[in-house]
C-alpha cells in the first residue's frame, strides 16, 4: 500500500512541477517591470479617450459652425 501511495504522491509532484512554471512574454520577472506594463495599459487607454473625445469636439465644432454659417444671410 504505501509502494502505491509513494507513486502517487510522485505523480502528483511531478504535475505540480509541470504546471507551475511560465515562460515567456506573459511572465512578469519583477515588480518594476509589472509596473512599466501597467502603466503602457494605461496610457494606451489615455490615449485612446484623449482621441474620442478630440473627435467629439471636432464634431460640435463642425456642427457649430454650420449653424452659424446657416443663421448668417448671404
Known sequence: M???TEQVRAYFSAMGKKGGSIKGPSKART???????????WERYRTA????AL????????????????????
Open 2 to 4: 504505501s509502494e502505491l
Open 31 to 41: 515588480r518594476e517591470q509589472a509596473q512599466r506594463a501597467v502603466n503602457a495599459r
Open 49 to 52: 479617450r484623449a482621441g474620442e
Open 55 to 74: 473627435k467629439r469636439a471636432e464634431s460640435a465644432t463642425s456642427a457649430s459652425a454650420d449653424k452659424i454659417n446657416l443663421e448668417k444671410p448671404s
